[in-house]
């Protein structure tokens, strides 16, 4: 239990109490253990399940009732009727390969499942007179649950306490402006607070939860909606439309023009078909994520949805808030300067302030660190810092009797423009300090125009605590080309000096967000022109997010604070600090659960190994594909048998494609991302597998016009196989570029294996290979090596007439 939990009610309430007391009102005690366990045997619990993965049958189901194995398994089952076993051999590959799938997801959804219960938000909820942080499950119909800055309403309920509460129901309803919540009034559930503090009563709990409703249909954990993934599928779509009139094609030509026996014609048939269908991409593409996620959890780094890693390697704008991301989330008062009054005397209005806020900002804990209060002080009404108005504010009767009412802020808020006290506190922040003013105001605390008139006290001076981790993050960003952005609702002058220590470059050119245009246009000319932004509304932060998407950037935007929720939403990627506030955390796609921003170069780098790789691997399975139906049509134009059998395709299928694709699948690659997924793998794969299939068609028909007799088409069918699997192997170590010590050694250990099949006479006859004569085999490796000269001059042209 917390030092808070430990705190009674009468001692440490929601926003508001210290007035509240004063004014002798009663505070709420909230349910007894005997009532919370009446409704937990009633069921009236909040029992939405907090899920960071998929359930262990949706996994299991995921992986294996696919299109693609529904096929393979279909004639999985046709060999093992028509025989022999050899011709089976993919069905086990697929098992084995649907099985490394449902393991290594298996190993992601643990990983994800403990991170997630350390970044679980926990409500504060008043039992018995006292205070606790419990689980959300554990919330209750009637539970009194409080509210502060930042904290997300978990449950539907009815306002209870309220000090300036304003809850920001957007997520909800779109309306980006902060409702002002009075007691009797709504919460629902999924909004959340953004100044103010109160307690509310839970009425809807569980299921029947606002917010519940409309999270039924949607989980945290998904494979889909990203480029990668979408090409994928978009590529199995049109194979899978290929495969049919392919497969009825070898079928009727190999029994009715060849006439063929059914169980011949069944297997040649079979093995034109299984290498069309790429059915490993599906699968190292789900392991690559997984291993992502895993690799990622073990830095602190909770992934919401998988496809954020995805995202965030082809981010190419990255947008910071200051505080909590370069700099740390404490502040330190360097000092006070006095402009009106005794210093002692602004020291106890300071001290009551910060006892007036019992949810104080880092600015206000600074100040309460330094200048503790007297007790001397009494709160009459409280206004809690909202940063859309940068400023908050107190009423007080003070020792001597006097009632004032004064007001702590950004000065160039409180101030009016062109004030002579402006010019120090520019001098001020110019260094990178933080400058709050200390104001005596001469209206009424509610008064719209309270800022109005007001008589400057004091400057407040705090220095910000900057990040160690920061220089060398911003660093790796320029490196790989990501812009970043700061945007903070802090003076503009302060925030470029706080950037520009850390190497920030433009950060000696900021810009005051209130000086922007309005146009979407105009906007992102601004934004894309500049690197610091200052006094950044939330609203703003939204606007200067979807104005750089407008320019087709890819938008990361990291936060900790109830300011970027919005634009953390808004964002193509949310990035939050664990120590933030729950609703960034809610609406993030990735959490940093350690509050390093030194973890997100591990993001991006993990994101372009998934993309580069998956990239990669993807040229030599549809490399595949398209030699597997150019040699279909190419039989049905000759009007001859299919030249390969099932087990020949496995072998080269797994020398070739399986056993590499996953080695090159999880190695490291630092390539940057970029779009056009299925562009840039079929512009490779169409020529190579032409090239390929043209090959080893050619050495088919020389073989056949060389060998005779009735045992001639085994003989024709090694020397095809011979080409077509140096040919691939080629493709290979072409992919397998640039060349380090194990790739060299994986593009060899392939070939080495292959020489062995044809070598040992057990694994000869296993596969039905075997080179006749010396003549044949020699032409097929000479096919080969042309076929290679070709694949390189023809990348090289691919890579030059259509750059990525």
Partial sequence: MTERARTDVEQSGPGGEPARRAAGEPVNPGLTAAEVAERVARGEVNDVPVRSSRSVAEIVRANVFTRFNAIIGVLFVIILVVGPIQDGLFGFVIVANTGIGIVQELRAKKTLDKLAVIGEARPTVRRDGAIDEIPTSAVVLDDVLELGPGDKVIVDGEVLESDSLEIDESLLTGEADP?????????????????????????????????????EEASRFTLVHSELRTGISQILKYVTWMMIPTAIGLILSHLLTLGLPGDEAIRRMVAGIVPMIPEGLVLLTSVAFAIGVIRLGHK??????????????????????????????????????????????????????????????????????????????????????????????ASFNGPDGESSTWLLGAPDVLLPAGDQRLTETDALNAQGLRVLLLARATRELDDPEVTRDVRPAALVVLEQRLRPDAPDTLRYFEEQGVRAKVLSGDNAVSVGAVAGKLGLPGADDPVDARALPGERDAMAAEIEAGAVFGRVTPQQKRDMVAALQARRHTVAMTGDGVNDVLALKDADIGVAMGSGSEATRAVAQIVLLNNSFAALPSVVAEGRRVIGNITRVATLFLTKTVYSVLLAILVACWQIPYPYL?????????????????????????????????????????????????????????????????DALPAETSAATLTLFLTAIWVLAIIARPYTWWRIALVLAMGLAFLIVLATPWLQTFFALRLVGTTMPWVAVAIAVLAAVLLELTWRWVGRRFPA
Avoid at 323 to 343: A, C
Avoid at 672 to 701: D, E, N
Wanted: proline share 6%; charged share 20%.
């Fill in 646 to 710: 099932p087990r020949h395709l496995t072998l080269l299928s797994t020398l070739t494609i399986g056993v590499p694709a996953f080695f090159l699948a999880l190695a490291p690659n630092k390539e940057r991302a970029r779009p056009h997924f299925v562009r840039r793998v079929m512009r490779y794969a169409i020529p190579s597998g032409l090239i390929a299939g043209a090959a080893a068609f050619a050495t088919y028909l020389l073989a056949r016009s060389y060998y005779t007799g009735p």
């Fill in 179 to 215: 409702v002002v919540k009075k007691p009797g009034e709504q919460v629902m559930s999924g909004s959340f607070v953004v100044a103010g503090g109160g307690a509310f009563t839970a009425t809807k709990v569980g299921r029947q939860a606002y917010a519940a409703q409309l999270a």
């Fill in 300 to 393: 602190k780094c909770l992934v919401q949805e998988l496809p954020a890693i995805e995202g965030l390697a082809r981010v190419d704008v990255v947008c910071l808030d200051k505080t909590g991301t370069l700099t740390e989330g404490g502040m330190d008062v360097q000092g006070l300067r006095t402009l009106d009054g005794d210093e002692d005397y602004l020291r106890q209005v300071l001290g009551a302030l910060g006892e007036s806020d019992p949810r104080p900002n880092a600015s206000l804990q600074a100040v309460i660190e330094a200048y503790p209060a007297d007790g001397g002080w009494r709160c009459v009404q409280s206004l809690p810092f909202s940063s859309a108005r940068k400023y908050s504010g």
